[in-house]
């Protein structure tokens, strides 16, 4: 039957022919090629994990080869190692409107998250209200009731719609802390960042954006925005490979007050004199917990140079066109066969992702996986496809639901072996 499905999917088309003419008008499809992707595949989950630079593998092979095995300890300082955090931070900082020395690339986002959420609760002690939303990536609430239960027991954590009003109605005098994601992981759905934390800081209320599905996906302002604290991951649109390293972002206006919680020996002010009473570093740095994974670092390091060859509205503008076709073919030729677009269809609302819901959407996305085009799955019933400009084409776009619309009118999907769950989804 994978043959059938195959079969109908390669199968020329008027549309196929326009999106092979779009592709080869594309001032980004260089990129493609800076990108290792298995021939054969279309690759739509770049929006949970991104591809791999080319250059990845020769850059850690460089670092190990030359300086772990020959330089051994003194690479810490001839290649600067030790500064990794803040050099790599401050690469970030360009790519979402951040300035030199408020971005701090460490550590993991849910670890990055309590450090920003308790720094920030500090500094709105006399208040009791937290709120996040319903739909959150879950490690989000996950971090913010664990914090409330141990550390701020007072507080309380209000939770909002999928909709930005639903945030404003629970905002009042009493709101501490706004913890919200930009781009919804389920959905796709795209908050207004500039709308929501001017309201906030209306009631005197401080702001963490969640930036992990926003970032290397669309155009960020966090100091048009006035922000006040942001966290994010690397490995997904940022193609910084399984295990890179997550960041946050603290306002230069906050730095001098703030605290981190995590009081590790990196982030003292003169962590190699190994005082033993600590005392914070006057910078970014003081977020700063333990000695940093070198390694971690160097694929996101070739990815930010891929980015610093073009720029995040063009980079936007892409994406828009690649989600509105999907989301414009999937209505046309997937709607028939039970299948649901939940991202919203106003470019301005929506991120880089498209989501479907299918009540078994779990054995279909992975007979279409099988079948060459990889997206992931979210239960109970969301199949997501993620749109990164740097290497997604137009064609893939077409082949992605001509090989969808394939298996579901073959019913390849119904094969027992696809009902079988795995640990990672």
């Not at 970030?92 to 408020?102: C, N, S, T, V, Y």
């Not at 009003?165 to 706004?178: F, I, K, P, R, Y």
């Not at 190994?274 to 005392?279: G, L, R």
């Amino acid at each position: 039957m994978i043959d059938a499905v195959k079969a109908a999917r390669d199968a020329a088309s008027p549309q196929q022919k326009e999106c092979q003419k779009l592709d080869w008008e594309d001032q980004l499809a260089h990129f493609r090629q800076m990108f290792d992707l298995p021939k054969g595949e279309i690759y739509l989950d770049g929006n949970s994990l991104g591809a791999m630079p080319v250059s990845a593998v020769p850059a850690m092979q460089e670092a190990m080869s030359e300086g772990w095995a020959k330089g051994l300890i003194r690479s810490w300082n001839a290649r600067d190692w030790h500064m990794l955090p803040v050099t790599v931070g401050d690469r970030l900082a360009k790519l979402m409107g951040a300035k030199k020395g408020e971005v701090l690339a460490a550590d993991s986002t849910s670890v990055n998250l309590y450090k920003v959420f308790c720094a920030a609760m500090n500094l709105r002690s006399d208040r009791r209200k937290v709120i996040s939303e319903r739909n959150n990536f879950p490690t989000d609430v996950h971090i913010l009731q664990g914090a409330i239960a141990n550390v701020f027991p007072k507080a309380e954590l209000a939770l909002a719609g999928d909709d930005d009003d639903s945030v404003l109605e629970l905002l009042d005098t009493d709101t501490a802390v706004v913890c919200l994601s930009h781009v919804n992981y389920r959905t796709g759905r795209l908050r207004d960042m500039a709308r929501l934390t001017s309201a906030a800081h209306e009631v005197g209320a401080l702001v963490i954006w969640d930036l992990a599905h926003s970032l290397g996906a669309l155009p960020v302002d966090l100091t048009g925005c006035d922000a006040d604290f942001a966290v994010g991951c690397s490995y997904k649109y940022m193609n910084g490979g399984p295990g890179a390293p997550a960041w946050l972002f603290v306002a230069t206006r906050h730095l001098g007050e703030v605290q981190n919680p995590l009081t590790g020996w990196q982030g003292h002010a003169v962590p190699f004199a190994f005082e033993i009473d600590f005392q914070p570093a006057g910078s970014i740095e003081k977020f700063r917990v333990g000695t940093p994974p070198v390694l971690s670092y160097l694929p996101l390091m070739e990815s930010l140079s891929i980015f610093e060859q073009t720029d995040m509205q063009a980079l936007r503008d892409k994406s828009l066109r690649l989600t509105g076709m999907f989301i414009e073919l999937a209505e046309q030729r997937l709607v028939q066969h039970g299948l649901s677009v939940i991202t919203p269809k106003e470019p301005a609302e929506r991120g880089s992702q498209v989501a479907l819901t299918h009540e078994n959407g779990w054995p279909i996305m992975q007979a279409l996986i099988e079948a060459g085009v990889i997206g992931d799955f979210r239960a109970p019933d969301i199949l997501r496809f993620g749109f990164t400009p740097l290497y997604v084409g137009f064609e893939d776009v077409w082949a992605a639901v001509a090989t969808l619309e394939a298996i579901m009118e073959t019913g390849f999907w119904r094969e027992d072996r696809f009902s079988e769950r795995k640990l990672v989804t």
